[in-house]
């Protein structure tokens, strides 16, 4: 039997539950029936995009009860990497139902600590959202690796996967182009000097696992180095 799950088509307030028999129970919050499922979520065929539904509810859900949430680490930053993971992981043949999955959870530690090694926070996080949406059990431990590991904590080495190599990659060149400059004005500007950005930008650079991704961002990546080259020649060497 193909299941096409329905989800990309759910309004905001819809569940996915699994009662005592096994059964997924497709309800709203106003606790109205819509319909009963046979079976379990590991046993039919998904499309990575019915996924998303669910995890931006959750996101917004887990985002709220966080004590503070990161401005620049909120839904337009997932977004950003989804899309150029979803673009990557098609190019290099990854699983996409992980990627989408570690997307929307990768950063979830982010809105309690502010600390750039979150990543073990967040795969701690993500793990009960992942049974509450019933996401296929062989696919969580692989989604928690990539989350766990798509921080400066861990070594290229741990990346031992397609997709935790593709997500590191994607959240680390959102900090490139137009955007990548706003995000670094926020974070930085007025803190620290002109320079630890640059170096950071060229760290990050350096480090990204993929030919593909340096390819894809090589124009960001040109942009903001010349961007913020230009700004500490126009205020000068103290700035």
């Known amino acids: 039997m193909v299941y096409k799950c329905p989800c990309r088509y759910f309004l905001k307030g819809v569940i996915l539950t699994k009662d005592k028999t ?6 709203h919050e106003d606790e109205k029936i819509y319909m009963i499922m046979e079976g379990n979520m590991d046993n039919k065929t998904i499309h990575w995009q019915d996924w998303v539904p669910m995890l931006e509810r959750e996101l917004t859900v887990e985002m709220q009860k966080a004590p503070s949430p990161s401005e620049v680490h909120a839904k337009d930053h997932i977004l950003r990497v989804l899309r150029r993971c979803i673009r990557l992981g098609e190019k290099l043949g990854a699983d996409l139902e992980i990627l989408v999955a570690a997307v929307y959870l990768h950063d979830l530690g982010r809105h309690y600590i502010d600390d750039k090694a979150h990543g073990a926070l967040s795969a701690l996080k993500a793990e009960p959202v992942l049974e509450r949406i019933h996401f296929p059990h062989k696919k969580r431990e692989t989604v928690l690796h990539t989350i766990r590991v798509h921080d400066v904590s861990a070594t290229s080495e741990d990346r031992i996967t397609l997709e935790s190599k593709i997500l590191y990659d994607a959240d680390k060149i959102d900090t490139l182009g137009v955007v990548g400059v706003l995000r670094y004005i926020r974070h930085f500007y007025g803190r620290k000097p002109i320079d630890y950005m640059l170096n950071d930008i060229d760290a990050r650079w350096e480090g990204l696992a993929l030919d593909e991704t340096r390819n894809l961002a090589l124009q960001d990546y ?9 700004l500490k020649r126009e205020l000068g060497p103290d700035a």
């Open 22 to 27: 096994g059964k997924i129970v497709v309800s």
């Open 222 to 230: 040109n942009y903001i180095k010349n961007y913020f080259t230009q």
